[in-house]
C-alpha cells in the first residue's frame, strides 16, 4: 500500500456530504421542497444578471454552488465534541471559529468544522455548525447530574468509525474501501432517532430546564437538524417559500439586501413536530420537534474593521427596534435595517478602498500582455488603476452569531428564552475540543495575500505584501 492511494480527505468530504443530504432528503421530504426552490432561483438569476454569472465564473464559486450546503449538530460532552473534531478532521474539516450563544439565551458555545484552503472550499464547502451545550448552565443540581449520567451512557459513534478515525490517523489517510465504509459508518452518528433514551417524565424534566437540553440528552445522539443550501437570491425564496407549503420565519436574519452582498444573510422554517417514542411507553408516544429547514445566501467576508462597522449598524437597528424581531415587527426592522446600513458602502471597489472587505486579485488580459515590463514599484493600486490585475469579494465561509441565535430562537420558540449571567468562555470549550479553534480573519487574509502573490508571480513583480 502506497501514500499515493489514500483517497483525499476533500474527496471525503465530498462524498460525506452528497450521503448527508441524500440522508436528509429522505427523513425530511420538506427539504427537498426547498432544494427544488433553491435550485430554480439560482437558475433564475443566472440567467437574468450576466454579471453575477461571470463573477461566480472568475472565483469559480459557480462549480461548487450545486454543492453547497451546512449543516448543525449539538453534542452534550466534551469527549463527544473532541471525538468529532477527530471524526471531522479525516474530511479535511478544522473548527474555525468560536461563537457564544449565551448572551443570546442559547446555553451552548460553537464553532464550525469546515475546509480552510481556498481549492479544498472549491472541491467542497460542507460545513458543520457544532454546539456543545453548557451542562453548568442547568441550575438544578440534580437535573445536571441526571442529565450527566444519561450522556455518560450514551456511545454516538459506531465501534467501525472510531476504528477507522484511528486508523486513519495512524497511517495519514484512508484507502479507498476504508474511506467508503468511513461515509457510511460515519452518517450514523448524524442519524434521526424516532426513540427518545428517557421516559416521558424525564424528558418533561430536561424540556422544561430547556427545550435545547432535552434535544441533545434524550437522544442516542446528535440528529442533524437542518442542511442549508446556497441561494443567489434569498428574498426571492423567502417570498416563493409560502408557495411551495413551506413557512419561513418571521425576518431574514444578517444583513438587509444590497447591490453588493455582504457576510450572511439567512432565513428558515419551523421545526418539524416528530412522533417520538418514550422507553416506558409505545411506539409515537409522544413528540419533539428539532429539525428544521434553512437557506443562506453568502457574500464578501469582512475585515476587522468592516466587522465592527457591521456590529455597529446592526446593533443600532435592533436597539431601535426594542425588541427582538417577530411577525409584529418585520415591517419595521426591515426598514430600520435598510436605513442604518446606508452607512456601509455598497460598491466592491468603495468596500475595498475603505478596508471593509477581503478580496481575491486576479491577473487581467492586460496584465498578461504587459508581461514583464512593468516597473518593481508598482503597488496594488497602480496595478489595478492600470487594469493589470482585478478584484473579486472573498465569499464569506463562516457564521455570525446573533443570527445564529435568531435561527436557534425560532426553532425553540420564544418560550425558550432565558438568561445566563455567564461569561463567555473560549477557552473552556477549547478544552473540550481538545485543541484551540482557528481565528476565521487570519484565513481570509492569508487567502487574499496569497491571491496577490500569485499575481505577482504571472507579472513578473518582487512580492507585494
Ligand atoms: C444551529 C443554529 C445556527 C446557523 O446557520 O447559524 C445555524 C442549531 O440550531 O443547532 O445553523
Ligand atoms: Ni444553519
Same mark, same amino acid.
Given at each position: 500500500?502506497?501514500?499515493?492511494?489514500?483517497? &483525499?480527505? /476533500?474527496?471525503?468530504?465530498?462524498?460525506?456530504?452528497?450521503?448527508?443530504?441524500?440522508?436528509?432528503?429522505?427523513?425530511?421530504?420538506?427539504?427537498? %421542497?426547498?432544494?427544488?426552490?433553491?435550485?430554480?432561483?439560482?437558475?433564475?438569476?443566472?440567467?437574468?444578471?450576466?454579471?453575477?454569472?461571470?463573477?461566480?465564473?472568475?472565483?469559480?464559486?459557480?462549480?461548487?454552488?450545486?454543492?453547497?450546503?451546512?449543516? *448543525?449538530?449539538? @453534542?452534550?460532552?466534551?469527549?463527544?465534541?473532541?471525538?468529532?473534531?477527530?471524526?471531522?478532521?479525516?474530511?479535511?474539516?478544522?473548527?474555525?471559529?468560536?461563537?457564544?450563544?449565551?448572551?443570546?439565551?442559547?446555553? $451552548?458555545?460553537?464553532?464550525?468544522?469546515? %475546509?480552510?484552503?481556498?481549492?479544498?472550499?472549491?472541491?467542497?464547502?460542507?460545513?458543520?455548525?457544532?454546539?456543545? !451545550?453548557?451542562?453548568?448552565?442547568?441550575?438544578?443540581?440534580? #437535573?445536571?447530574?441526571?442529565?450527566?449520567?444519561?450522556?455518560?451512557?450514551?456511545?454516538?459513534?459506531?465501534?467501525?468509525? #472510531?476504528?477507522?478515525?484511528?486508523?486513519?490517523? %495512524?497511517?495519514?489517510?484512508?484507502?479507498? =474501501?476504508? %474511506?467508503?465504509?468511513? @461515509?457510511?459508518?460515519? !452518517?450514523?452518528?448524524?442519524?434521526?432517532?424516532?426513540?427518545?433514551? $428517557?421516559?416521558?417524565?424525564?424528558?418533561?424534566?430536561?424540556?422544561?430546564?430547556?427545550?435545547? $437540553?432535552?434535544?441533545?440528552?434524550?437522544?442516542?445522539?446528535?440528529?442533524?437538524?437542518?442542511?442549508?443550501?446556497?441561494?443567489?437570491?434569498?428574498?426571492?425564496?423567502?417570498?416563493?417559500?409560502?408557495?411551495?407549503?413551506?413557512?419561513?420565519?418571521?425576518?431574514?436574519?444578517?444583513?438587509?439586501?444590497?447591490?453588493?452582498?455582504?457576510?450572511?444573510?439567512?432565513?428558515?422554517?419551523? *421545526?418539524?413536530?416528530?412522533?417520538? *417514542?418514550?422507553? /416506558?411507553?409505545?411506539?409515537? &408516544?409522544?413528540?419533539?420537534?428539532?429539525?428544521?429547514?434553512?437557506?443562506?445566501?453568502?457574500?464578501?467576508?469582512?475585515?476587522?474593521?468592516?466587522?465592527?462597522?457591521?456590529?455597529?449598524?446592526?446593533?443600532?437597528?435592533?436597539?431601535?427596534?426594542?425588541?427582538?424581531?417577530?411577525?409584529?415587527?418585520?415591517?419595521?426592522?426591515?426598514?430600520?435595517?435598510?436605513?442604518?446600513?446606508?452607512?456601509?458602502?455598497?460598491?466592491?471597489?468603495?468596500?475595498? =478602498?475603505?478596508?471593509?472587505?477581503?478580496?481575491?486579485?486576479? @491577473?487581467?488580459?492586460?496584465?498578461?500582455?504587459?508581461?514583464? /515590463?512593468?516597473?518593481?514599484?508598482?503597488?496594488?493600486? &497602480?496595478?489595478?488603476?492600470?487594469?493589470?490585475?482585478?478584484?473579486?469579494?472573498?465569499?464569506?465561509?463562516?457564521?455570525?452569531?446573533?443570527?445564529? *441565535?435568531?435561527?436557534?430562537? &425560532?426553532?425553540?420558540?420564544?418560550?425558550?428564552?432565558?438568561?445566563?449571567?455567564?461569561?463567555?468562555?473560549?477557552?473552556?470549550?477549547?478544552?473540550? #475540543?481538545?485543541?484551540?479553534?482557528?481565528?476565521? #480573519?487570519?484565513?481570509?487574509?492569508?487567502?487574499?495575500?496569497?491571491?496577490?502573490?500569485?499575481?505577482?508571480?504571472?507579472?513578473?513583480?518582487?512580492?507585494?505584501?
Amino acid at each position: 500500500m502506497s501514500i499515493q492511494s489514500f483517497v &483525499s480527505p /476533500d474527496l471525503i468530504r465530498q462524498r460525506f456530504s452528497r450521503a448527508m443530504s441524500d440522508m436528509y432528503r429522505e427523513e425530511v421530504p420538506l427539504y427537498g %421542497a426547498l432544494m427544488e426552490l433553491v435550485a430554480q432561483t439560482n437558475a433564475q438569476v443566472l440567467s437574468a444578471d450576466s454579471s453575477v454569472a461571470q463573477q461566480l465564473r472568475t472565483t469559480g464559486e459557480i462549480e461548487r454552488l450545486d454543492l453547497e450546503r451546512h449543516g *448543525a449538530i449539538r @453534542v452534550g460532552t466534551a469527549q463527544e465534541l473532541a471525538t468529532l473534531s477527530r471524526l471531522f478532521a479525516v474530511m479535511g474539516m478544522q473548527p474555525v471559529g468560536y461563537y457564544d450563544l449565551t448572551p443570546a439565551g442559547v446555553p $451552548v458555545h460553537s464553532t464550525a468544522f469546515r %475546509a480552510v484552503h481556498e481549492t479544498s472550499l472549491q472541491v467542497s464547502p460542507f460545513r458543520v455548525f457544532t454546539s456543545l !451545550l453548557r451542562l453548568e448552565l442547568i441550575e438544578n443540581p440534580e #437535573l445536571r447530574e441526571f442529565a450527566q449520567s444519561v450522556l455518560a451512557k450514551r456511545s454516538i459513534f459506531t465501534p467501525s468509525t #472510531l476504528a477507522l478515525i484511528e486508523k486513519s490517523e %495512524a497511517q495519514g489517510g484512508l484507502h479507498e =474501501q476504508d %474511506a467508503k465504509d468511513f @461515509v457510511e459508518q460515519a !452518517l450514523e452518528t448524524f442519524r434521526w432517532h424516532h426513540s427518545a433514551t $428517557v421516559t416521558a417524565e424525564q424528558y418533561q424534566k430536561l424540556s422544561a430546564q430547556h427545550r435545547l $437540553v432535552a434535544d441533545v440528552v434524550a437522544f442516542k445522539g446528535p440528529h442533524i437538524n437542518h442542511l442549508t443550501p446556497r441561494t443567489l437570491d434569498i428574498d426571492v425564496v423567502q417570498a416563493q417559500m409560502p408557495k411551495h407549503g413551506i413557512t419561513p420565519k418571521a425576518v431574514i436574519e444578517g444583513p438587509p439586501r444590497r447591490d453588493c452582498p455582504i457576510l450572511l444573510r439567512q432565513t428558515s422554517f419551523k *421545526a418539524l413536530e416528530e412522533p417520538i *417514542a418514550f422507553v /416506558d411507553q409505545g411506539l409515537a &408516544s409522544g413528540s419533539h420537534s428539532a429539525r428544521f429547514g434553512e437557506i443562506e445566501q453568502r457574500g464578501a467576508a469582512l475585515t476587522p474593521e468592516g466587522r465592527a462597522l457591521y456590529d455597529r449598524l446592526l446593533n443600532a437597528a435592533r436597539d431601535e427596534l426594542k425588541d427582538f424581531p417577530n411577525e409584529e415587527n418585520a415591517q419595521r426592522y426591515n426598514t430600520l435595517l435598510h436605513a442604518h446600513f446606508a452607512g456601509f458602502p455598497d460598491t466592491y471597489a468603495g468596500m475595498r =478602498q475603505q478596508g471593509l472587505a477581503y478580496f481575491r486579485y486576479f @491577473v487581467t488580459e492586460n496584465g498578461l500582455a504587459a508581461g514583464g /515590463d512593468l516597473s518593481s514599484t508598482e503597488t496594488v493600486e &497602480s496595478l489595478i488603476n492600470g487594469h493589470y490585475i482585478r478584484f473579486e469579494p472573498l465569499v464569506y465561509e463562516d457564521f455570525l452569531p446573533v443570527s445564529a *441565535a435568531g435561527i436557534f430562537q &425560532s426553532n425553540l420558540g420564544d418560550d425558550a428564552q432565558s438568561h445566563y449571567a455567564s461569561e463567555s468562555n473560549q477557552q473552556e470549550f477549547e478544552k473540550a #475540543l481538545g485543541r484551540s479553534t482557528i481565528n476565521e #480573519l487570519a484565513l481570509y487574509a492569508e487567502t487574499q495575500r496569497r491571491s496577490i502573490l500569485e499575481c505577482c508571480t504571472a507579472l513578473n513583480l518582487p512580492p507585494l505584501a
